[in-house]
Protein backbone atom coordinates (compact mmCIF):
# COMPACT_ATOMS: atom_id res chain seq x y z
CA UNK A 1 0.00 0.00 0.00
CA UNK A 2 0.88 3.28 0.04
CA UNK A 3 -0.54 5.69 2.56
CA UNK A 4 -0.32 9.15 3.61
CA UNK A 5 -0.96 10.75 6.57
CA UNK A 6 -2.14 14.39 6.88
CA UNK A 7 -2.09 16.42 10.47
CA UNK A 8 -4.89 17.94 11.54
CA UNK A 9 -7.83 17.30 9.16
CA UNK A 10 -9.25 20.39 10.52
CA UNK A 11 -8.28 23.94 12.14
CA UNK A 12 -9.61 26.77 13.31
CA UNK A 13 -7.40 29.96 13.99
CA UNK A 14 -7.77 33.54 14.65
CA UNK A 15 -6.45 36.56 12.47
CA UNK A 16 -2.83 36.59 12.75
CA UNK A 17 -1.70 33.36 14.14
CA UNK A 18 0.77 30.76 12.35
CA UNK A 19 -0.62 26.96 11.65
CA UNK A 20 1.82 23.68 10.96
CA UNK A 21 0.22 21.18 8.80
CA UNK A 22 1.82 17.63 8.74
CA UNK A 23 2.31 15.57 6.03
CA UNK A 24 3.63 12.06 6.13
CA UNK A 25 4.34 8.62 4.41
CA UNK A 26 3.55 5.91 6.30
CA UNK A 27 4.93 3.04 4.42
CA UNK A 28 7.46 4.42 1.65
CA UNK A 29 10.17 7.12 1.44
CA UNK A 30 9.02 9.91 -0.54
CA UNK A 31 11.72 12.11 -1.66
CA UNK A 32 9.38 14.61 -3.22
CA UNK A 33 5.75 15.44 -1.90
CA UNK A 34 3.77 18.59 -3.04
CA UNK A 35 1.47 20.25 -1.32
CA UNK A 36 -2.03 22.00 -3.04
CA UNK A 37 -4.59 23.96 -2.09
CA UNK A 38 -8.30 24.02 -2.94
CA UNK A 39 -11.36 26.54 -2.88
CA UNK A 40 -14.74 25.18 -3.32
CA UNK A 41 -15.60 23.68 -6.47
CA UNK A 42 -12.40 24.49 -7.79
CA UNK A 43 -9.52 22.18 -8.75
CA UNK A 44 -6.28 21.73 -7.22
CA UNK A 45 -3.94 24.27 -7.50
CA UNK A 46 -0.06 23.15 -7.06
CA UNK A 47 1.15 25.90 -4.44
CA UNK A 48 5.09 23.85 -4.46
CA UNK A 49 7.36 21.38 -4.19
CA UNK A 50 9.09 19.99 -1.51
CA UNK A 51 12.07 17.88 -1.94
CA UNK A 52 13.97 16.46 1.29
CA UNK A 53 16.93 17.95 2.26
CA UNK A 54 16.54 21.09 -0.44
CA UNK A 55 14.56 24.19 -0.30
CA UNK A 56 10.86 24.08 -1.85
CA UNK A 57 9.99 25.20 -5.13
CA UNK A 58 7.14 27.59 -5.46
CA UNK A 59 4.96 28.13 -8.01
CA UNK A 60 4.65 31.44 -9.45
CA UNK A 61 2.24 33.90 -6.96
CA UNK A 62 3.13 31.34 -4.10
CA UNK A 63 4.59 33.29 -1.19
CA UNK A 64 7.05 31.36 0.28
CA UNK A 65 7.74 33.34 3.13
CA UNK A 66 4.08 33.42 3.81
CA UNK A 67 4.04 29.82 3.74
CA UNK A 68 7.36 27.61 4.77
CA UNK A 69 7.85 24.42 3.25
CA UNK A 70 10.07 22.02 5.31
CA UNK A 71 10.93 18.50 4.59
CA UNK A 72 13.41 17.28 6.64
CA UNK A 73 13.20 13.64 6.13
CA UNK A 74 11.92 11.32 3.82
CA UNK A 75 8.45 10.68 5.48
CA UNK A 76 7.95 13.71 6.42
CA UNK A 77 7.04 17.20 4.99
CA UNK A 78 5.37 20.08 6.79
CA UNK A 79 3.41 23.06 5.34
CA UNK A 80 3.15 26.49 8.09
CA UNK A 81 0.91 28.78 7.42
CA UNK A 82 2.47 32.27 8.61
CA UNK A 83 0.47 35.14 9.79
CA UNK A 84 -2.69 33.73 8.61
CA UNK A 85 -5.62 36.30 7.05
CA UNK A 86 -9.22 34.74 6.50
CA UNK A 87 -8.11 34.70 2.74
CA UNK A 88 -5.72 32.07 3.29
CA UNK A 89 -9.01 29.75 4.38
CA UNK A 90 -8.44 27.11 1.89
CA UNK A 91 -8.79 22.85 1.88
CA UNK A 92 -4.92 22.31 1.66
CA UNK A 93 -3.88 18.71 0.58
CA UNK A 94 -0.59 17.58 0.71
CA UNK A 95 0.89 14.65 -1.79
CA UNK A 96 3.83 12.36 -1.80
CA UNK A 97 5.73 10.68 -4.97
CA UNK A 98 6.62 6.71 -4.80
CA UNK A 99 8.69 5.16 -7.52
CA UNK A 100 6.50 2.16 -8.68
CA UNK A 101 8.88 -0.35 -10.96
CA UNK A 102 7.37 -0.26 -14.47
CA UNK A 103 5.67 3.09 -14.33
CA UNK A 104 6.31 6.35 -13.83
CA UNK A 105 5.94 7.75 -9.76
CA UNK A 106 2.45 8.12 -8.86
CA UNK A 107 1.50 10.57 -6.20
CA UNK A 108 -0.83 9.34 -3.08
CA UNK A 109 -2.48 12.64 -1.36
CA UNK A 110 -2.77 12.86 2.09
CA UNK A 111 -6.97 12.97 3.26
CA UNK A 112 -6.66 17.37 3.74
CA UNK A 113 -6.69 19.85 6.18
CA UNK A 114 -10.01 22.44 6.27
CA UNK A 115 -8.35 25.87 7.58
CA UNK A 116 -10.88 28.31 8.77
CA UNK A 117 -8.92 31.70 9.67
CA UNK A 118 -11.44 33.67 11.71
CA UNK B 1 3.03 21.00 -18.80
CA UNK B 2 0.79 18.98 -20.94
CA UNK B 3 -2.83 21.03 -20.68
CA UNK B 4 -5.85 18.27 -20.76
CA UNK B 5 -9.59 18.69 -20.98
CA UNK B 6 -12.14 17.17 -19.59
CA UNK B 7 -16.31 17.36 -19.87
CA UNK B 8 -17.06 19.27 -17.08
CA UNK B 9 -20.11 16.65 -16.13
CA UNK B 10 -21.54 13.61 -17.01
CA UNK B 11 -24.53 12.05 -15.32
CA UNK B 12 -24.89 8.11 -15.49
CA UNK B 13 -26.94 5.12 -13.89
CA UNK B 14 -26.08 2.70 -11.28
CA UNK B 15 -25.13 -0.33 -12.84
CA UNK B 16 -23.91 1.11 -16.22
CA UNK B 17 -20.53 1.16 -17.98
CA UNK B 18 -19.30 4.86 -17.59
CA UNK B 19 -16.88 6.15 -19.98
CA UNK B 20 -15.07 9.75 -19.46
CA UNK B 21 -12.70 10.77 -21.98
CA UNK B 22 -9.19 13.45 -21.10
CA UNK B 23 -7.61 15.36 -24.59
CA UNK B 24 -4.11 16.10 -23.80
CA UNK B 25 -2.54 17.21 -27.12
CA UNK B 26 0.63 18.13 -26.23
CA UNK B 27 1.63 15.30 -24.25
CA UNK B 28 5.30 14.56 -23.98
CA UNK B 29 7.63 11.10 -24.91
CA UNK B 30 7.98 10.75 -20.94
CA UNK B 31 4.31 11.70 -20.00
CA UNK B 32 2.38 9.08 -18.33
CA UNK B 33 -1.18 9.34 -17.71
CA UNK B 34 -2.80 9.02 -14.47
CA UNK B 35 -6.13 9.39 -12.77
CA UNK B 36 -7.76 10.18 -9.40
CA UNK B 37 -11.10 10.21 -7.66
CA UNK B 38 -12.02 12.52 -5.42
CA UNK B 39 -14.87 12.81 -3.00
CA UNK B 40 -15.48 15.87 -1.49
CA UNK B 41 -13.16 17.16 1.41
CA UNK B 42 -10.88 14.49 1.04
CA UNK B 43 -7.83 14.03 -1.22
CA UNK B 44 -7.63 12.45 -4.54
CA UNK B 45 -7.32 8.52 -4.51
CA UNK B 46 -5.36 6.78 -7.27
CA UNK B 47 -6.80 5.14 -10.35
CA UNK B 48 -5.10 3.78 -12.64
CA UNK B 49 -1.76 5.15 -14.79
CA UNK B 50 -0.76 3.69 -18.56
CA UNK B 51 1.52 4.86 -20.99
CA UNK B 52 -0.06 3.45 -24.06
CA UNK B 53 -2.74 1.26 -25.21
CA UNK B 54 -4.86 -0.46 -22.65
CA UNK B 55 -4.31 -1.08 -18.90
CA UNK B 56 -6.96 -3.05 -16.72
CA UNK B 57 -7.17 -3.10 -12.59
CA UNK B 58 -9.79 -4.15 -10.61
CA UNK B 59 -11.65 -0.98 -10.60
CA UNK B 60 -10.91 0.38 -13.52
CA UNK B 61 -9.57 0.30 -17.27
CA UNK B 62 -7.56 3.00 -19.65
CA UNK B 63 -7.19 2.98 -23.45
CA UNK B 64 -4.74 5.09 -24.62
CA UNK B 65 -4.84 5.40 -28.83
CA UNK B 66 -1.24 5.10 -30.37
CA UNK B 67 -1.21 9.03 -30.60
CA UNK B 68 -1.49 9.64 -27.16
CA UNK B 69 -3.50 12.66 -27.45
CA UNK B 70 -5.86 11.61 -25.35
CA UNK B 71 -7.21 8.84 -22.61
CA UNK B 72 -10.84 7.28 -21.81
CA UNK B 73 -10.94 6.19 -18.14
CA UNK B 74 -13.56 3.51 -18.45
CA UNK B 75 -15.72 2.10 -14.88
CA UNK B 76 -17.55 -0.75 -15.01
CA UNK B 77 -20.95 -0.94 -13.25
CA UNK B 78 -21.10 2.33 -11.62
CA UNK B 79 -22.91 2.14 -8.00
CA UNK B 80 -24.16 5.77 -6.31
CA UNK B 81 -20.43 5.53 -4.13
CA UNK B 82 -18.90 6.58 -7.72
CA UNK B 83 -20.46 9.76 -7.46
CA UNK B 84 -16.94 11.99 -7.69
CA UNK B 85 -15.04 14.12 -9.11
CA UNK B 86 -12.59 12.45 -12.19
CA UNK B 87 -9.38 13.89 -13.13
CA UNK B 88 -6.67 13.38 -15.16
CA UNK B 89 -3.35 14.23 -15.25
CA UNK B 90 -0.50 13.94 -17.72
CA UNK B 91 3.32 14.32 -16.65
CA UNK B 92 6.40 13.09 -14.83
CA UNK B 93 8.52 13.68 -18.18
CA UNK B 94 9.90 16.88 -17.27
CA UNK B 95 9.80 19.65 -14.30
CA UNK B 96 10.62 17.46 -11.23
CA UNK B 97 8.08 15.12 -12.02
CA UNK B 98 4.76 17.85 -11.61
CA UNK B 99 1.37 17.39 -12.66
CA UNK B 100 -1.17 20.56 -13.27
CA UNK B 101 -4.37 19.18 -12.46
CA UNK B 102 -7.34 20.40 -14.82
CA UNK B 103 -10.79 20.94 -13.91
CA UNK B 104 -11.60 17.25 -13.67
CA UNK B 105 -14.83 15.65 -14.93
CA UNK B 106 -17.70 15.63 -11.86
CA UNK B 107 -19.72 12.15 -12.16
CA UNK B 108 -23.15 11.82 -10.83
CA UNK B 109 -24.58 8.36 -11.04
CA UNK B 110 -28.18 8.33 -9.85
CA UNK B 111 -30.25 5.32 -8.97
Known amino acids: GAVVSQHPSRVICKSGTSVKIECRSL??????MFWYRQFPKQSLMLMATSNEGSKATYEQGVEKDKFLINHASLTLSTLTVTSAHPEDSSFYIC??????????????FGAGTRLSVL | LAKTTQPISMDSYEGQEVNITCSHNNIATNDYITWYQQFPSQGPRFIIQ???TKVTNEVASLFIPADRKSSTLSLPRVSLSDTAVYYCLVGDGTNAGKSTFGDGTTLTVKP
Open chain 1, 95 to 108: SAKKAIQGSKNIQY
Open chain 2, 50 to 52: GYK
Open chain 1, 27 to 32: DFQATT
